[in-house]
């Protein structure tokens, strides 16, 4: 998922693949993940959320929960969806706080994208701390 449709490069984490991205790991992600550091360069199809799922599909409901984890995309892939983002009720949406990606979205982007399609920021649901105590990520509620 992006904010266009396109070929594209993405980063695929040979030892754990959920954390690849289409963004390039920074050092601090490679020395606090190890298992990021063996990656692979692969061509994939990236396209917009709202092309996928259209608001005029009946297979829709109501109430859309959307879960964002996209290891640093999340404002491309909110800015590729807005339809389906404005239908949905709430989304989860992991946020590093550590800058772990290269051009990786942060805090105040992602707030600003999703206030802007009426979004309220109600919270955490949980958090990953880092040995010195500082949050690394979390997963932020969003109600709209």
Do not use: W
Not at 17 to 35: H, I, V
Not at 47 to 64: F, G
């Amino acid at each position: 998922m992006g904010d266009r449709d396109r070929e594209i490069e993405m980063n695929l984490h040979k030892m754990f693949s959920a954390s690849s991205s289409l963004l390039s790991t920074t050092e601090l992600s490679n020395r606090k993940y190890p298992m990021t550091q063996k990656q692979e360069k692969i061509m994939v199809t990236q396209t917009k959320l709202d092309d996928i799922l259209s608001t005029d599909r009946p297979n829709l409901i109501a109430d859309i929960l959307i879960k964002l984890d996209v290891q640093g995309y999340e404002d491309r892939v909110i800015a590729g969806g807005a339809k389906i983002f404005k239908q949905a009720r709430a989304c989860i949406v992991e946020i590093s706080l550590d800058r772990l990606y290269q051009r990786q979205a942060n805090f105040k982007t992602i707030f600003t994208l999703l206030s802007n399609l009426g979004y309220e920021y109600r919270g955490n649901i949980d958090q990953v701390r880092d040995r010195d105590g500082h949050i690394i990520f979390l997963n932020a509620v969003f109600i709209n």
